[in-house]
């Protein structure tokens, strides 16, 4: 059996770690709430202070995440919770159900489209690819249905926060471009576009446009863990 000074060092070393995460995340708000820029976002800034912390540390991303593994866990409830919204929203999709259903399927498959042509142009194939297809939806979602079609969901959360972040920026630009009045097209905009991030911004342009874009990117989630077995196969 294991010593108990043993037992002790693994615990204190997994809530080292797991109050790192969380500190870096709360520091990762707080200073986006001040500066309000793309580069702000929690999303970007704690996994870099994280990434600094390992690296001073000399700790490696496998001990990191046996630390923090039960984080990671939650993502199943999260997952299931997403049902709240679907509910708290079902007036609007009455509404504009047939519009958000044909967004989702549309959106969906053209973010899968781009990223198999690009990687195709660039020599990406195995592991690597199943990781990017499910890039443009929310971390739950993504990692979830790209664990069904064989890719790495680690790796694919790395690609979900880029597009998170990256989409949140270039959403302003976009709509600068376009100028799209209606309130449906600005927010699924955003959470089609941005997933997690862009659902923040939509939230910052409007109310109503927050709540399309976090339902739109609901719906994306949602479909996609159902066809995950489709994708599976065909891929």
Not at 129 to 136: T, W
Not at 165 to 193: E, H, I, K, T
Request: glycine share 10%; charged share 10%; net charge positive.
């Amino acid at each position: 059996m294991p010593r108990v000074d043993t037992l002790v060092a693994a615990f204190a070393h997994a809530l080292f770690w797991s109050a790192a995460t969380l500190g870096c995340y709360v520091a990762g708000k707080r200073t986006h709430r001040r500066l309000q820029r793309w580069w702000s976002t929690p999303l970007l800034l704690a996994p870099l202070l994280l990434i600094a912390l390992a690296l001073a540390l000399h700790e490696d991303y496998a001990d990191y995440i046996r630390q923090t593994h039960w984080l990671v866990a939650l993502l199943g409830p999260v997952t299931v919770a997403f049902a709240i919204p679907l509910w708290e929203q079902r007036a609007l999709i009455r509404r504009h159900g047939l519009l958000l259903a044909g967004g989702a399927v549309i959106g969906s498959a053209t973010a899968m489209l781009s990223v198999w042509l690009l990687a195709d142009v660039l020599g990406l194939h195995g592991t690597l690819l199943l990781s990017l297809l499910p890039r443009s939806m929310s971390t739950p979602f993504a990692m979830a249905v790209s664990a069904e079609i064989g890719g790495r969901p680690n790796l694919t959360a790395v690609f979900v926060v880029l597009t998170g972040v990256l989409g949140s920026a270039l959403g302003d630009a976009v709509l600068v471009l376009l100028p799209l009045r209606s309130r449906l097209a600005r927010g699924a905009l955003l959470g089609m576009g941005a997933h997690g991030a862009g659902v923040a911004r939509a939230h910052g342009i409007g109310r109503e446009e927050g709540s399309i874009a976090g339902l739109l990117m609901v719906l994306v989630g949602v479909l996609n863990v159902l066809l995950a077995p489709l994708l599976a196969h065909w891929f």
